[in-house]
């Protein structure tokens, strides 16, 4: 087991293809996960074994865990974009490849589309809004949502590989 880096950890739950996977994602200077000895995302089967992990290891674990579902794929076309959901798994996914050495696609801004989904996503979440100011709403073109898309499928292959998943299904 790689050494904690840290004392609290936040649960992470991915389900793919009705798998799940629970995992321990902490935030510092730069956000990331909890390696096994291979390099790989330590996880547990279950809330209660992630929780007892926690415990046996001795460190917090915050257990509302943030469920991330390979189930949005089928949802990617979908009329309306909730920004608050893509950005999570958009930024969950960058913490991913970060954490394993891995390239995502979404964190690179020199294709200058994926720069500008990315703030259009971050605005659109409207956290720097007052309430009694106009909230901003993204309006999506079809080139956005087939990058998106593109974005999201590189993040579920990276966390694959982070899983020691080989389904080429995703």
Known sequence: MKKVLQEKYYLIHFRILQEDYYTFWYTDDKDGFLLDTNGMLKFCSTKEEAAAFAEQEGFLLDTDALLVSSAILRRIHIRKIKCSLFLNYWNIFSDVAYSINGSFLGDNYDIEVIKHIYDK????????????????????????????AKVLRNGFRILSKGLKRQKAAL
């Open 121 to 148: 996503l971050f605005y659109g979440c409207n956290i720097l809004v007052k309430e009694d100011e106009e909230h901003y709403r993204p309006k999506w073109s079809k080139k956005e949502r087939r990058w998106i």
